[in-house]
């Protein structure tokens, strides 16, 4: 069975291709390469024994996505990783994020539209729900107005998908993120940020190797128990399998509608001081930090409600966030000898 995984290079799209090639999948990975390495096939090829077939190609042109699909037609399966994902940068520059993240979403679902079956998991996120009314976040909390172009990238993706379910034979499962953090355990993938880390972990690992002065902690004025915003930190690995789970219902025709939405979390929220206190502990290492202002965008807390993915999908997130953490550091300190 073959399966297209878009951004297949980066940080949760190589975990994904590690458990799809465990379980059998042949994979097709593509990515730009504008926040990966082709590096990263080496990494996948020791775990697993095996490299995906790799394409560098660019989804927002439109005639290399037609000229891809018309040379693997006999595609399975999607799952589209491949956007920008930075929700300071997506304030900074708007343009960008509706480019990559809204065009290459369209250019891929004309081309899916044209196979005899079509099963799309789309990479979605926990920031549709903006500041969510109540916590912890169900699939049911409305969908609130977007606190950020890339939020709004991630809205306006599902509501295309659903339309074009509706009127194709595409399926699609919709997975809302929390916050994926950590490396896989043997230290051969994990998170490699091009340039300043947008995301707290490898910025918080970048700063215990000393590879940055200080880290920022964005706002302590928020109303939380340290004033620090809270935020529900997932294991990539029990992510990425999350992906494998949803793909098969996809296969196996168990979706109970055309287009399905699942929260993955691990259903706790950990604020930003708690992150940095429980890394200090596992790596033993003392973190320099400042207070500075809030970010425009962020919001005060997000965790998930996790019921429906673990009794519909059969899935639990597995690790803790002192294995996240790590097994995080585990790779820092391994991309850095």
Not at 78 to 98: D, M, Q, R
Not at 201 to 224: C, H, W
Request: net charge negative.
């Amino acid at each position: 069975m073959k399966i297209l995984v878009t951004g297949g290079l980066g940080f949760i799209g190589s975990h994904t291709v590690v458990e799809l090639q465990n379980e059998g999948f042949e994979v097709i990975a593509i990515d730009n390469l504008s926040n990966s390495s082709e590096n990263v096939l080496d990494g996948i090829f020791n775990i697993t024994g095996k490299k995906p077939f790799f394409e560098k190609l660019d989804l927002r042109k439109k005639s290399a996505v037609q000229d891809f699909f018309s040379r693997h037609n006999d595609l399975v399966g999607v799952i589209h990783f491949a956007a920008s994902k930075a929700v300071g940068e997506s304030v900074e520059n708007p343009l960008l994020y509706y480019e990559n993240n809204i065009n290459a979403l369209v250019y891929l679902l004309q081309e899916l539209t044209k196979l005899p079956q079509a099963h799309f998991i789309f990479s979605s996120s926990c920031t549709v729900y903006g500041q969510a009314e109540k916590m912890p976040i169900t699939e049911n909390a409305s969908i609130q107005p977007a606190m950020s172009p890339y939020g709004n990238t991630k809205q306006i993706g599902e509501e295309i998908i659903t339309d074009v379910a509706k009127v194709t034979n595409v399926n699609s499962i919709l997975l809302r993120y929390f916050n994926p953090i950590g490396a896989h355990s043997s230290a051969e993938i994990g998170e490699l940020p091009i340039g300043t880390p947008q995301n707290l972990v490898p910025f918080i690992t970048q700063t215990a190797m000393g590879l940055r002065k200080e880290l920022s902690v964005f706002g302590n004025d928020y109303p939380t128990s340290d004033g620090t915003a809270i935020r529900d930190y997932i294991h990539v690995v029990d992510l990425a399998k999350a992906h494998v789970v949803a793909l098969k219902r996809l296969l196996n025709k168990e979706n109970s509608e055309k287009v399905e939405t699942f929260n993955l979390g691990t259903g706790t929220g950990s604020s930003v001081l708690e992150v940095i206190n429980t890394f200090e502990k596992i790596s033993n290492q003392k973190l320099n930090y400042k207070i500075v202002g809030r970010r425009e965008g962020d919001i005060t807390e997000a965790y998930a409600n996790t019921d429906k993915a673990n009794t519909v999908l059969g899935w639990n997130a597995q690790s803790s966030l002192e294995e996240a953490l790590a097994s995080a550091w585990k790779w820092e300190q391994k991309i850095r000898r």
